[in-house]
């Protein structure tokens, strides 16, 4: 199976400064890397596509960069609305891998 | 607008059996992989299935593998999860996801609410 392991494991930032997470997969997943937010008590929403692609509705600031074995998810000036856990997910294998997750909070 | 919306959670006792549902609607659910995930509580996201839009070609994990079946009914626009032996480490949120394009390999763009199962005796 293919190990997803995020970092940092949480993470405490004032609104407006920018944040990188961090994702590494065990083995090359190509760039089949997907982020998604989750708000406490919410489903899940898909944030980033294909390790960089931006979806429909999500704000500019979020962006994604990577290929390979190592991803990052980029959000420019934090609002006090992204407190939230982050995960990343790969769809190169058909056995489906998250990460562990990366928790935010907006001070 | 797509809705996914999911039943049939509950409290079950170690070793008996459980079968979810997932009613889809607002998209054309014959053409799209759908997925079931989990979260026990204060944890992370665990995939737990797959399957292919005719119903033939179904993935699982280990951890549940051999103990859950995902099916689906494409007239009825309804995915399934039928869970037996079930354990107190399967107490969890249970969503159903959607595929975002019509083949595999592809993330989830649509979740549902989520359904509670609790696995204790």
New interface residues.
């Given amino acids: 199976n293919i190990v997803l392991t995020q970092s940092p494991a949480a993470l405490s930032v004032t609104p407006g400064e920018s944040v990188s997470l961090s994702c590494r997969a065990s083995q090359s997943v190509g760039t089949s890397i997907h982020w998604f937010q989750q708000k406490s008590n919410e489903s899940p929403r898909l944030l980033i596509k294909y390790a960089s692609q931006s979806i429909s509705g999500i704000p500019s600031r979020f962006s994604g960069s990577g290929s390979g074995t190592d991803f990052i998810l980029s959000i420019n000036r934090v609002e006090s609305e992204d407190s939230s856990i982050y995960y990343c997910q790969q769809s190169h294998s058909s056995l489906l891998t998250f990460g562990s997750g990366t928790k935010l909070e907006i001070k | 607008e797509v809705q996914l919306v999911e039943t049939g959670g509950g409290s079950v006792q170690p070793g008996r059996s459980l079968k979810l549902s997932c009613v889809a609607s607002g998209f054309t659910f014959s053409s799209y992989w759908m ?1 079931w995930i989990r979260q026990a509580p204060g944890k ?4 737990i299935s ?1 399957i292919n839009t005719d119903g033939v070609g179904t ?1 699982y ?1 280990d951890s549940v593998k051999g103990r859950f079946t995902i099916s689906r009914d494409n007239a009825e626009n309804t995915l399934y999860l039928q869970m037996n032996s079930l354990r107190s480490e399967d107490t969890a949120t249970y ?1 159903c996801a959607k595929g ?1 394009y019509y083949f ?6 649509y ?4 359904v509670m199962v609790t696995v204790s005796s």
């Fill in positions: 997925y992370g996201l665990e995939w797959s993935y994990p969503y975002l595999s390999g592809v993330p989830f763009d979740w549902g609410q989520g």
